[in-house]
């Protein structure tokens, strides 16, 4: 690091540096006790943190983050790791801010981790913009699905219509009943494509049963055998021994059942699909992997909206051809208290992983 010049002698520069960013710093020693902070970091949490110095470190956070904080804490000065901590924070006026607490070692030269620091900035404005973008996307897609919508059901209403015109006008017996039986399986696409709207938006939130989840997984592995075959499909599922957790059998059966549906919908030209489960104390992760044709930034960031997945190819796949699969999906994930994200890059494959809490399910009445 280059020495300081002028008449200001290194350890001066650097202490001047750190008294007067304008980012918030506290500094912990190996014990993890305050040992300084900057004057950012005094009009940020204000005049209590100077009763704070030989305390721990984790009380500027609030308590409910305390624990995770003591954590990345901790990992900075055992193994050196960085980590980034987000929270609510009341300012000195009592406004709610968005605070991100990036909490690094203090090393020598030698090595030797002698504290850890951590650097708060407020990122409230950031969250702002993100939510007014996330909900302008979200009106985008709400126009798309009305549109997408009164194309469907105008295309099936108007063929039982015309389908009921035409048996009204004929006298042959053979034509009525074909022709009411075409004007029923189009009532009856009509009501699936209306179940899959419900289960969007209410993100299936009847709870009707529990199902090993060991067993959901070689059900549909069962199921989807004769489609891969026909696609030259290899098959690769990773789940391991201890995988007798019970489940909401109907929720979690589809939002697996979507997401692999969509990965082989991706192969066209055959590849590879990989299953893969990993489980803890506190959640069981899911990953499904595909060697399709992949998906550019633009796609992936629309991947979960309502309309744009492409026709199913499993039986019964109507709620894919209307492309409210991984929307579904996504909703689902997000009533039962986990998570959903996918990566992917144009010819390279996707892959797509959802995480559930551990708990004690319980069907709902």
Same mark, same amino acid.
């Given at each position: 690091?280059?020495?300081?010049?002028?008449?200001?002698?290194?350890?001066?520069?650097?202490?001047?540096?750190?008294?007067?960013?304008?980012?918030?710093?506290?500094?912990?020693?190996?014990?993890?006790?305050?040992?300084?902070?900057?004057?950012?970091?005094?009009?940020?949490?204000?005049?209590?943190?100077?009763?704070?110095?030989?305390?721990?470190?984790?009380?500027?956070?609030?308590?409910?983050?305390?624990?995770?904080?003591?954590?990345?804490?901790?990992?900075?000065?055992?193994?050196?790791?960085?980590?980034?901590?987000?929270?609510?924070?009341?300012?000195?006026?009592?406004?709610?801010?968005?605070?991100?607490?990036?909490?690094?070692?203090?090393?020598?030269?030698?090595?030797?981790?002698?504290?850890?620091?951590?650097?708060?900035?407020?990122?409230?404005?950031?969250?702002?913009?993100?939510?007014?973008?996330?909900?302008?996307?979200?009106?985008?897609?709400?126009?798309?699905?009305?549109?997408?919508?009164?194309?469907?059901?105008?295309?099936?209403?108007?063929?039982?219509?015309?389908?009921?015109?035409?048996?009204?006008?004929?006298?042959?017996?053979?034509?009525?009943?074909?022709? &009411?039986?075409?004007?029923? !399986?189009?009532?009856?696409?009509?009501?699936?494509? #209306?179940? @899959?709207?419900?289960?969007? =938006?209410? +993100?299936?939130?009847?709870?009707?049963?529990?199902?090993?989840?060991?067993?959901?997984?070689?059900?549909?592995?069962?199921?989807?055998?004769?489609?891969?075959?026909?696609?030259?499909?290899?098959?690769?599922?990773?789940?391991?021994?201890?995988?007798?957790?019970?489940?909401?059998?109907?929720?979690?059966?589809?939002?697996?059942?979507?997401?692999?549906?969509?990965?082989?919908?991706?192969?066209?030209?055959?590849?590879?699909?990989?299953?893969?489960?990993?489980?803890?104390?506190?959640?069981?992760?899911?990953?499904?992997?595909?060697?399709?044709?992949?998906?550019?930034?633009?796609? &992936?960031?629309?991947?979960? !909206?309502?309309?744009?997945?492409?026709?199913?190819? #499993?039986? @019964?796949?109507?709620?894919? =051809?209307? +492309?409210?699969?991984?929307?579904?999906?996504?909703?689902?994930?997000?009533?039962?208290?986990?998570?959903?994200?996918?990566?992917?890059?144009?010819?390279?494959?996707?892959?797509?992983?959802?995480?559930?809490?551990?708990?004690?399910?319980?069907?709902?009445?």
């Amino acid at each position: 690091m280059t020495e300081a010049t002028g008449n200001m002698g290194s350890e001066d520069f650097y202490r001047h540096l750190f008294e007067h960013t304008g980012v918030a710093f506290v500094a912990a020693d190996e014990c993890l006790a305050i040992r300084s902070f900057n004057a950012a970091a005094s009009a940020m949490f204000g005049p209590a943190l100077s009763g704070m110095v030989g305390q721990a470190a984790v009380q500027v956070l609030p308590e409910d983050r305390q624990d995770e904080g003591a954590s990345l804490l901790q990992r900075a000065i055992e193994h050196g790791e960085s980590g980034d901590l987000e929270f609510q924070f009341k300012d000195l006026q009592g406004v709610t801010r968005e605070l991100i607490a990036t909490i690094s070692p203090i090393a020598l030269e030698s090595g030797q981790r002698v504290g850890a620091s951590a650097c708060f900035r407020d990122i409230t404005r950031r969250i702002s913009l993100q939510t007014q973008l996330h909900e302008n996307r979200k009106m985008a897609s709400l126009g798309r699905m009305a549109g997408a919508m009164a194309h469907h059901f105008n295309n099936i209403l108007g063929g039982v219509v015309t389908s009921v015109d035409y048996a009204d006008s004929s006298k042959d017996p053979d034509v009525k009943r074909r022709t &009411l039986a075409k004007a029923s !399986e189009a009532l009856s696409k009509a009501t699936t494509l #209306l179940k @899959g709207l419900l289960r969007f =938006a209410e +993100g299936e939130t009847i709870a009707q049963d529990l199902c090993n989840y060991a067993e959901i997984i070689h059900a549909l592995t069962d199921r989807i055998k004769p489609v891969l075959q026909a696609r030259r499909i290899e098959l690769d599922v990773d789940i391991p021994a201890s995988l007798n957790v019970p489940v909401p059998g109907v929720q979690v059966t589809t939002v697996l059942g979507n997401i692999v549906e969509n990965a082989i919908e991706a192969m066209s030209d055959g590849g590879s699909l990989r299953i893969g489960v990993e489980i803890d104390d506190r959640w069981l992760t899911t990953s499904v992997g595909d060697t399709g044709c992949g998906l550019d930034c633009e796609a &992936l960031s629309r991947v979960f !909206e309502p309309f744009w997945s492409t026709k199913g190819v #499993l039986g @019964g796949g109507t709620e894919q =051809a209307t +492309g409210l699969g991984l929307a579904i999906a996504h909703g689902i994930i997000q009533v039962l208290g986990g998570s959903i994200s996918a990566s992917s890059e144009p010819d390279q494959g996707s892959c797509f992983i959802f995480s559930l809490p551990r708990k004690e399910w319980k069907p709902e009445s």
